[in-house]
């Protein structure tokens, strides 16, 4: 029984991380994720993970109100939300973790972009920021990574 335990464990650890639905390159939400482009009647955010970011084999999320979104990472997000001011909470890895929340207004037919960051931290809190970046900082990011793309969410 014993010698069973050790590759179960194993196999279950490592299908997990094959569970990141990223999108096809030839599929149309990637073609729009890759394009960066607004929304006419909506406001575009993209939410995304480097590898400067600590955790790495772990989902995390980041709160909007009530709701909230899962961030996968090494990847990109693109979620498309009514026009308002919001504020943004990670949830943070540990029992006593320092969020960094951020609050942005977004326009009808902007686009946003903002960088999930974990940080390990000996003898002191773990620290989850949210740090808003521009498009050629996302750009860069993306392509130095090679990020994956996620399916684009409708939040609201």
């Excluded at 972009?113 to 773990?126: G, K, M």
């Amino acid at each position: 029984m014993k010698k069973l335990l050790l590759p179960s464990l194993l196999l279950a650890t490592l299908s997990g991380c094959t569970a990141i639905p990223a999108l096809d390159s030839s599929s149309p939400d990637f073609q729009k994720s890759m394009s960066f482009e607004p929304v006419q009647n909506k406001a575009v955010l993209y939410i995304y993970r480097s590898k400067l970011s600590d955790f790495q084999g772990v989902t995390t999320s980041v709160d909007i109100g009530e709701v909230e979104l899962s961030i996968f990472p090494n990847c990109m997000h693109r979620f498309e939300l009514s026009a308002g001011s919001y504020n943004f909470e990670p949830n943070g890895i540990g029992a006593f973790s320092i969020e960094d929340e951020l609050n942005i207004t977004m326009e009808k037919g902007s686009v946003n972009f903002v960088e999930l960051r974990h940080e390990s931290r000996i003898a002191i809190p773990n620290k989850s920021s949210l740090i808003k970046q521009s498009k050629d900082d996302a750009n860069r990011v993306l392509a130095d990574d090679e990020l994956c793309i996620v399916p684009i969410k409708i939040v609201g």
